[in-house]
C-alpha cells in the first residue's frame, strides 16, 4: 500500500528555519519525482517544490521559496525533506507532499496537482511572532 506521511510542521519565528520529512512505504520514493504543496487558509493549494528521481536530478522550486527552500532526498531512509530557510508569515500552510501517477522526472507542469495520484496527510507550519 503506497503511503506518505509528512511530519516537521511546528511554530516558529519569522526568519527561522524548519524541515519537513516526507516519508514514503510501499514502493521505493527514488522510482518516482515527488512534489510538496502547501495550502493556507482562505486559498487553493499550490505547488512548492519537485524533486525528480536522483537517476534524472531536475528540481523545480516556485518563486516565492526559491532561493529559501530547498528539497533532497535519501534514498537509504525512502524520506524526501524540504528545507525551509528564512520562513515568512505568508509560509504559514498545511505542506502536503505527493507522488506523481507515473514518472521519474518532474515536469514543466510540476506544479499541478492533478499529475499526482497520492497524497500524504499534511502537517501545519505556522510562522508567527
Known amino acids: 500500500q503506497v503511503q506518505l506521511v509528512e511530519s516537521g510542521g511546528d511554530l516558529v519565528q519569522p526568519g527561522g528555519s524548519l524541515t519537513l520529512s516526507c516519508e514514503a512505504s510501499g514502493f521505493t520514493s527514488n522510482d518516482y519525482a515527488i512534489g510538496w504543496f502547501r495550502q493556507a487558509p482562505g486559498k487553493e493549494r499550490e505547488g512548492v517544490s519537485c524533486i525528480s528521481s536522483s537517476s534524472v536530478g531536475r528540481n523545480y522550486y516556485a518563486g516565492s521559496v526559491m532561493d529559501r527552500f530547498s528539497v533532497r532526498r535519501d534514498k537509504f531512509s525512502n524520506t524526501v525533506y524540504l528545507y525551509m530557510n528564512n520562513l515568512k508569515p505568508e509560509d504559514t500552510a498545511i505542506y502536503y507532499c505527493?507522488?506523481?501517477?507515473?514518472?521519474?522526472?518532474?515536469?514543466?507542469?510540476?506544479?499541478?496537482?492533478?499529475?499526482?495520484?497520492?497524497w500524504g496527510q499534511g502537517t501545519q507550519v505556522t510562522v508567527s511572532s
Open positions: 505527493a507522488r506523481v501517477v507515473s514518472g521519474r522526472a518532474c515536469e514543466r507542469d510540476w506544479s499541478n496537482a492533478a499529475n499526482y495520484g497520492n
